[in-house]
Nanobody, 127 residues
Framework: QVQLVESGGGLVQTGGSLRVSCTAS????????VAWYRQAPGKEREGISC?????????TYTDSAKGRFTISRDDGENTVYLQMNNLKPEDTGVYYC???????????????????WGQGTQVTVFS
């Protein structure tokens, strides 16, 4: 199982953009699907997006992320990115990434399918 480190969070105004990164240690990163989750204060962790292993090349988004967020990966850097545009205050939270060994993304409603979670990176959107 790879271990992940999230970075790139910050403070941004409504309508702004931010890119968060998820960097993995370990080998065979290209065989892992990687998902982004968000946890707001007092709420459960919710899935945002997932990118499958490189050999499949598919992406999944929840309704709140469609059209605004883009997930991508650079296996040479062992990193998955989440580009977030048109940010809203409800996007505020700690962003985590998790990895799952295998070709396809597990359902985002099952965060227990992913592992290697890091400490997260805080994203705060103010109006």
């Amino acid at each position: 199982q790879v271990q992940l480190v999230e970075s790139g969070g910050g403070l941004v105004q409504t309508g702004g953009s931010l890119r968060v990164s998820c960097t993995a240690s370990g080998s065979q990163f290209q065989h892992y699907s990687v998902a982004w989750y968000r946890q707001a204060p007092g709420k459960e962790r919710e899935g945002i997006s997932c990118i499958s292993s490189t050999y499949v090349g598919s992406t999944t988004y929840t309704d709140s992320a469609k059209g605004r967020f883009t997930i991508s990966r650079d296996d040479g850097e062992n990193t998955v990115y989440l580009q977030m545009n048109n940010l809203k205050p409800e996007d505020t939270g700690v962003y985590y990434c998790g990895a799952s060994y295998g070709r396809l993304c597990p359902p985002l409603r099952r965060p227990a399918s992913f592992g290697g979670w890091g400490q997260g990176t805080q994203v705060t959107v103010f109006s």
